[in-house]
Every structure is written in structure tokens, then in C-alpha cells.
């Protein structure tokens, strides 16, 4: 009994450890599981101090996607509205030979997270908008469950 109570403090204290550099974390969910080309997510944060900051997109998708790879677009823009940063940016879902899904996850829907950009540094208790649209050329993307924006202190 003592070493599962051991067990069990260690992996509390190790998510809290992990949770606790995270400064912003938020999934969009599409209906459907359709993204429509004209819907930009928008994800609104603030930041507490100025340090490193890491930039994390997750995919959440299924095995109904119909591309190998997933091309997305996204700016970060401060408080006035000027962009800080802004890219395309290409993820790899589905394996290239034998179209395996990449990532994590069972049966019919996977995740992939992936570090997309970090930043030496942010304003001090400042407002941020970060933007992501689907950049696929399709009306109507089938296939992606939910996207979403994880920002945590740079870690040394």
C-alpha cells in the first residue's frame, strides 16, 4: 500500500510540475468534424511576465482526413493588433508508404502535438491573440475533431 501512495504522489507531483509552466491552454472543436475554409480560430490569452514562451499546436483527427498532410496558417498578433509572427505550416498526419496515422491514439482518432514556434519574449501582463485558419484549398475540410493552442514557459 505504501508504494502504490508513492507511486501515486510522484505522478501528481510530476502533471502538476508540467501544468504548471503552461500558461494557456485551449481546444476549438468542430462541428462535425468539418472545418470550413472561411472559419478563423481565434484563442485570446494574457501572459503574467515576460519569459520564453513555447508555442504548441495539437491536432485531433480521424482516419476519415483525406490528405496525408495538413497545411495551416497562424498569426500571433499583440494587443494593437500587429503581428508578432506569422507562417504556413505543413504537419504530416498519415505515413507516406503505407498511410499509417501519425501521432497518438486508437482505432479511428489520433493527436499530434508539435511545437510550432517559441519566442524570446512577450509583454509583461499583456493581451495576445493568436489566429488559425485551414490553409488546404477546400471549402470544407472532413476529418479534423479539434485544434488547439498549448503556450508554456520555455524550459532551459
Known sequence: MKNYNLILLI?????????????????????????HADSTIVFNFKTQESKDFNFNLSINYTRDYPYQ????????????QNIIKSKLIEFDLFEKKYGTPLGSGILKNYKIDSLIFNINSLDENAEYTFLIKQSMRKEILKGINSIGLIVNHHQN
Open 11 to 35: 505522478s501528481l507531483s510530476s502533471i502538476i510540475a508540467c501544468t504548471h509552466n503552461t500558461i494557456f491552454s485551449n481546444y476549438y472543436t468542430f462541428y462535425d468534424n468539418k472545418w
Open 69 to 80: 498532410n495538413f497545411y495551416t496558417s497562424y498569426s500571433l498578433l499583440d494587443s494593437s
